[in-house]
């Protein structure tokens, strides 16, 4: 097995473990105080939340669709933004259509990779950084009472980028014959779970 073959099935394994969870809420929440409990219950919450996953991984396949720059940029933009996101949250400021906001971003990421649709750079940035807004605000809502706020932030963050980094090797099968396949074929899925979490919020 070739080493880009090997990272792409690492990939799936981390994604179909995600999935597997089941779907946005009912997120573990540890009883222990103190900054490792908050770090572990911040990198648990993005893995348990199919909508969730799905985008994250979607972000890191579509900047290995686009290529360099993006292939850096989408995953450096959406964490970033996505504190931003929670920061609101952890402020106590409303942000209307969360669930909407968040099952889009599946629906919109998983089409663009799977139409290889070559977007500018920074048209992507700020489409992934729209949707950044609503996941990191989800996170920021939820926070578990006793969790250190930053500590907290920081899991899901750091969890965030390791979702990001599976797509980002699941897309280099792209190097390989019929791995562009493979690589629209995961992106319809995605956005057919977009659109199922869609008509859930609706």
């Known amino acids: 097995m070739s080493g880009q ?8 394994l981390l994604a179909g473990a995600s999935l597997a969870v089941g779907a946005h809420g009912g997120h573990p929440v540890l009883e222990a ?3 490792w409990s908050a770090l572990v219950t911040g990198w648990l919450h993005p893995l348990t939340g199919v909508d969730h996953v799905i985008a994250m991984v979607a972000v890191g396949l579509w900047g290995a669709v686009l290529g360099s720059p993006a292939l850096w940029l989408l995953p450096v933009v959406f964490p970033l933004v996505m504190a931003v996101g929670g920061a609101l949250a952890l402020a106590g400021l409303a942000l209307p259509g969360v669930e909407i906001g968040i099952a889009l971003s599946g ?3 998983g089409l663009a990779v799977a139409l290889r649709w070559r977007a500018p750079p920074v048209l992507a940035a ?3 950084g729209i949707f950044a807004i ?4 989800a996170h920021g809502t939820e926070l578990p009472q006793s969790a250190n706020p930053l500590v907290y932030s920081l899991g899901f963050v750091m969890a965030t980028g390791a979702l990001h980094l599976a797509g980002v090797a699941f897309g280099a099968l792209g190097r ?3 791995g562009w396949t493979a ?3 995961a992106g319809g899925l995605i956005a057919a779970g977009g659109a199922y979490f869609l008509w859930r919020a609706a």
């Not at 073959?5 to 799936?12: G, T």
């Not at 609503?134 to 605000?137: C, K, P, V």
């Open 134 to 137: 609503f996941h990191g605000h």
């Open 107 to 109: 629906l919109a990421l």
């Open 33 to 35: 105080d103190g900054p």
């Open 183 to 185: 690589i629209r074929a």
């Open 126 to 128: 700020l489409l992934v």
């Open 5 to 12: 073959a090997r990272c792409a099935a690492v990939a799936a």
């Open 176 to 178: 390989v014959h019929g």
